[in-house]
């Protein structure tokens, strides 16, 4: 493309780019704006042209000189060849020249647009429009507003990178501040896994051990353990500083763990209770909140005046969010309720409910518990609630597996609770076509068991290699782990609730039993 090509397409992006600008800047004087941009434009374009006419025209007065003066013809042949390569070698520094201001221009064209909403360009703009001073004041102008704009360039890298550092900051402090907690939860953990198990890794120990090392040689620390079937609990009091810690943790170890990977996938049990208005929760876990909650209050010194926190992993976690809702009813003034590696507790309640807790989850990248159940008895999601703090340790995949784990083992599909909820809809749905020959069928249906059976068997395998508590205190306790921060999901306001009520009132009563041979009925 020629030069004159090239500058007639860049003042049409400039003026283009001015017009947008001074609709968006409410300039008083928009066509005097447009009016300046336009003489401006043309006489740097006059200015480049009289320059090179002018270098140009003194070239031709020599070439006269030399052609009327007499002499050595070879001298006068190189004198000319002299002559044409210094013409050749100016107009090719001239169309650089204006390549370069081209570009600036297309640059400047994209500065123009970034006024919009900065009180310190927009007035320069004002200015310029009104074709107020003379043209060094006006070039003085527009080399300011090219100046600032890159100075407010700059200062939002800066600040970017100030928030990063700052938002580092605060991730490590928030690391430090619960690895105690969760150290101390492992001691539990140790004491519920049991004496003869052969399953876990973690060496026993036995209550009293467990509540003397959550003690240590603190002040004004006691530690009180109680146990409900496979559930334990320590409460720790600080009257020192008036506050008061709850672990709790949940296991089932005699039965491969303390989640039901096989049932707790779609289609679970929900419940409401009497003290959380609009809360859609986990039936099992809120049964099990309130089993321990009363064998709490009337087993250990737990108190109204004292700050509590609670703390949980997996199922624990869950239930400790649970029971940090009901004790906030209670008149129990909740710090925070922290979660590792915790499954989804509920389907929604009220943004006060959750101000109340304060909840945090440590979540360690590639844990499938987190996602599950999928669903309620009703077909509504599950929601996780309160802020976020992912590790993602270096040299681990996203399933939680290392890198050199990975490399040796085959590719496979992802071991998530959308596999586990697809595979389990794909055994619905086999029913919903005509059914073929009973041998054939019974066949079909072994096969899928076995699959089923296979991938839970894999997940189970899985998360106890790689994201049980005493995983997450190790990389807890890593100080180079990298950690991201996220906000929660978003909970339910008092009008979204209701709404959401009154359409379920308006459906018409589907039993149990009709819900599940609806879904086991296809579409012809």
């Known amino acids: 493309m020629s030069l004159r090509a090239e500058s007639l397409k860049v003042y049409r992006h400039v003026h283009r780019a001015a017009y947008k600008t001074a609709v968006g800047c409410s300039l008083y004087n928009p066509q005097g704006f447009l009016d300046y941009v336009g003489v401006r434009f043309a006489a740097r374009a006059d200015g480049n042209r009289r320059r090179l006419n002018e270098l140009l025209s003194s070239l031709e007065v020599q070439e006269k000189q030399l052609a009327t003066r007499g002499g050595n013809a070879s001298k006068k042949a190189h004198a000319k060849r002299q002559l044409a390569q210094e013409r050749k070698k100016m107009i090719s520094q001239y169309e650089k020249y204006v390549s370069t201001k081209i570009d600036e221009m297309y640059r400047l064209a994209e500065m123009l647009p970034e006024a919009m909403g900065n009180e310190a360009l927009m007035s320069i703009l004002q200015v310029l429009g009104a074709n107020v001073g003379n043209t060094s004041y006006q070039a003085a102008l527009e080399e300011g507003f090219i100046n600032y704009f890159h100075f407010e360039q700059k200062r939002t890298e800066r600040n970017e990178v100030e928030e990063e550092a700052t938002s580092e900051y605060q991730n490590r402090i928030m690391q430090q501040a619960i690895l105690p907690y969760a150290e101390r939860l492992l001691l539990l953990h140790r004491t519920a896994v049991g004496e003869h198990n052969e399953k876990?890794?973690?060496?026993?120990?036995?209550?009293?051990?467990?509540?003397?090392?959550?003690?240590?040689?603190?002040?004004?620390?006691?530690?009180?353990?109680?146990?409900?079937?496979?559930d334990h609990l320590v409460l720790e009091i600080d009257e020192t500083h008036n506050k008061q810690i709850l672990y709790v943790c949940c296991t089932r170890y005699d039965e491969g763990g303390s989640y039901n990977w096989e049932e707790e996938v779609e289609r679970v049990d929900i419940s409401e209770s009497e003290e959380l208005r609009k809360t859609l929760l986990h039936a099992e876990y809120l049964s099990i909140a309130h089993r321990l909650l009363e064998a709490l209050t009337s087993e250990t010194p737990l108190h109204t005046s004292r700050r509590t926190t609670v703390m949980g992993h997996g199922v624990g976690g869950a239930v400790g969010l649970i029971m940090g809702l009901l004790l906030s009813q209670r008149g129990f003034p909740i710090t925070n309720t922290i979660s590792l590696g915790a499954p989804k507790a509920l389907q929604g309640t009220l943004e006060r409910y959750v101000a109340m807790i304060n909840p945090i989850r440590i979540v360690l990248a590639g844990d499938p518990l987190i996602d599950l159940p999928v669903s309620g008895a009703e077909g509504d999601l599950f929601v996780h609630l309160g802020e976020i703090l992912l590790l993602s340790p270096e040299g681990t995949a996203e399933d939680g597996s290392t890198t050199e784990e990975k490399e040796h083992k085959p590719e496979e599909d992802g071991m998530t609770a959308d596999a586990l909820s697809n595979l389990m809809n794909d055994d619905e749905e086999s029913e919903s076509f005509s059914s073929p020959p009973p041998q054939q069928q019974q066949q079909v249906e072994e096969e899928d068991e076995e699959d089923l059976a296979a991938l839970f068997a894999e997940v189970k395998d899985r998360y106890n290699q790689h994201f049980l508590i005493e995983h997450y205190v190790e990389h807890l306790s890593n100080?180079?782990?990298?950690?991201?921060?996220?906000?929660?999901?978003e909970v339910w306001d008092e009008g979204e609730y209701s709404a959401m009520r009154r359409e379920e009132s308006q459906k018409p009563f589907v039993s149990g039993d009709?819900?599940?041979?609806?879904?086991?009925r296809g579409p012809l």
Do not use: F, K
């Not at 051990?209 to 530690?223: K, L, M, N, P, Y």
């Not at 100080?479 to 999901?489: D, F, K, N, R, T």
């Open 479 to 489: 100080p180079s782990v990298p950690l991201e921060y996220a906000e929660g999901e």
């Open 514 to 520: 009709e819900r599940r041979e609806g879904d086991l």
């Open 200 to 230: 876990s890794n973690l060496v026993y120990l036995s209550p009293w051990q467990v509540t003397d090392a959550i003690v240590g040689t603190r002040s004004g620390v006691t530690a009180h353990h109680m146990q409900l079937g496979h």
